[in-house]
């Protein structure tokens, strides 16, 4: 008796010696363009919708961070952050059009020389040959929502007649219950398309939300008044640039008989517009939860959860309406912002928000952390692992810095770098083709929390001007920002604006 209750001690304390030792696996749920207003933990006009329950649940079982923000609001250079853990003038990938470096330091790269097995499904909007992952399997490009494209090491597989979130779903589960080997440390990446421009959901929640109204931004008519040229000449209007048929499906039925019927103009189309916007938009925001759902049930099933941390995040937010806009691209709130929820059991306490400025340059450098590898001198963000125990450290950033870099490009929207202290934004626009080629704008978002009014040249805000000023410059110090040329201007689009 006394020496099978040895055994049994034994046994239970190699076991568990061997669960405290093992390295927690990270799933990164990821999508492309999902804006923050559309995250039920964010709250805000679409709350009663439940738009997100899923993805909730990661924030209700782990924490919610309210002040998560992007360095470049555009695809590819966003991703291009996520893997190097640097700003775009370090990683060279500064808009959506030259090649991106597969060969330099990516946070897959360390972690699979220490003992992680790797995999990327999805989207990365990086062209060339992955690296640093046992298994990768991503859209070529932008993608496609129907009957998708995948490239993988060993070629191209078409999958007809599906829809590329529930592809990716599958692949990725694929991968978790035949490749990967469970009782050894893994990173997975799924990187959902959706729900990037021209918003195609996954058929039943098109259907069920083609029934469905919904509340209109404060800021849909914005006039412009008191900004600079950019946010004046830009090319991402619901009004002007949203296309009637390759965007709203205004060709398709029952759109096409609707408009026949009521030939709108005006404001009225607009509101007509943004409608079938949304109705796009948030449909596959929802088929994006539902299979981020299927994900944490397997975790669930499998009992891999409790070593698991689940990561959801997007490359940047989106225009929802506001400033009569859709796309991304300046600094402002919407497109700035992006979600961020993560659920790590046994290390972050249920139901934790957090207000600290935390920005993309972070992801490469926390991963790290959690499988317990130092990150390289070069990387540099901070890691959130401190924060996600709860602990966040006396010195941690108060600013952040921003920059944006293609124009002239898609959407027309001018350079600018700047900076946010989590309440004031400063924003200097340049490569304007105008006299002087600058151009500024602060904000104060305690007191205008929707940047309507500019209040750069207000003297009650001079010295936050000038505070912000210095600080701007410390911070291109701090992250060695370097004049990068103005490409060669594109052929200008037929309705672009002068
Ligand atoms: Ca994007």
């Known amino acids: ?233 830009q090319d991402m209007s619901i009004d002007i640039t949203m296309r009637m048929d390759g965007d709203l499906k205004a060709n398709q039925s029952p759109r096409k008989e609707f408009l026949a019927d009521n030939p709108l103009t005006g404001k009225e189309l607009v509101r007509w517009k943004y409608q079938m916007y949304m109705q796009d938009y948030l449909g596959c925001i929802a088929g994006v939860d539902e299979n981020v759902g299927k994900i944490l049930d397997y975790l669930a099933e499998s009992g891999l959860d409790k070593n698991t941390v689940v990561m959801y995040s997007a490359d940047q937010g989106f225009y929802l309406g506001e400033h009569g806009w859709f796309d991304k691209r300046f600094m402002y709130e919407e497109s700035f912002r992006t979600p961020l929820l993560a659920r790590w059991p046994g290390v972050v306490e249920p139901g934790t928000r957090n207000d600290d400025l935390v920005q993309n340059i972070d992801f490469a450098e926390t991963f790290l952390d959690i499988a317990g590898i130092e990150a390289p001198d070069d990387m540099q963000g901070e890691s959130l692992v401190p924060l996600l125990k709860g602990e966040t450290p006396d010195d941690w950033r ?32 340049y490569g304007l083709d105008i006299p002087g080629d600058e151009e500024w704008e602060l904000f104060d978002l305690k007191n205008d929390p929707s940047e309507m009014k500019n209040q750069y040249n207000n003297p009650e805000y001079a010295e936050q001007v000038a505070r912000l000023k210095k600080e701007l410059g410390k911070l291109r110090e701090q992250y060695q920002v370097v004049e990068i040329d103005q490409p060669v201007p594109q052929k200008k689009r037929k309705n672009q604006k002068k």
């Open 1 to 233: 008796m006394y020496r099978r209750l040895l055994c049994f001690l034994l046994i239970f304390i190699s076991t568990s010696a061997f669960a405290e030792g093992k390295k927690p696996n990270i799933v990164w749920l990821f999508s492309d363009d999902h804006a923050y207003q559309a995250v039920g933990a964010y709250g805000g006009r679409f709350e009663s919708l439940n738009l997100t329950p899923n993805i909730d649940r990661l924030g209700k079982e782990g924490i919610v961070f309210d002040k998560a923000y992007v360095g470049n609001s555009i695809c590819a250079p966003s991703r291009a952050t996520l893997l190097t853990g640097k700003h775009s003038h370090l990683n060279g990938k500064i808009d959506n059009r030259g090649p991106f470096n597969h060969d330099q330091q990516q946070f897959q790269k360390i972690l699979q020389k220490n003992g992680y097995q790797t995999a990327m499904i999805g989207k990365i909007h990086l062209s060339g040959k992955m690296q640093g992952f046992d298994y990768w399997e991503v859209l070529p490009g932008q993608g496609k929502y129907w009957n998708p494209t995948f490239v993988t090491e060993n070629g191209n597989t078409v999958y007809k007649g599906a829809h590329s979130t529930e592809v990716i779903t599958k692949r990725a589960l694929n991968w978790l219950k035949t490749d990967c080997k469970q009782d050894e440390p893994f990173m997975l990446m799924v990187h959902y398309k959706a729900p990037h421009r021209n918003w195609q959901p996954i058929t039943h929640w098109k259907e069920k939300f083609s029934t469905m109204t919904f509340p209109e931004p404060d800021s849909l008519f914005d006039t412009y008044e008191g900004r600079g040229t950019a946010a004046n000449k």
């Open 398 to 429: 108060s600013s952040l810095y921003y920059h944006y870099y293609e124009y002239p490009g898609a959407h027309s929207v001018r350079r600018h770098e700047g900076v946010f202290d989590n309440r004031y934004k400063l924003i200097r626009y």
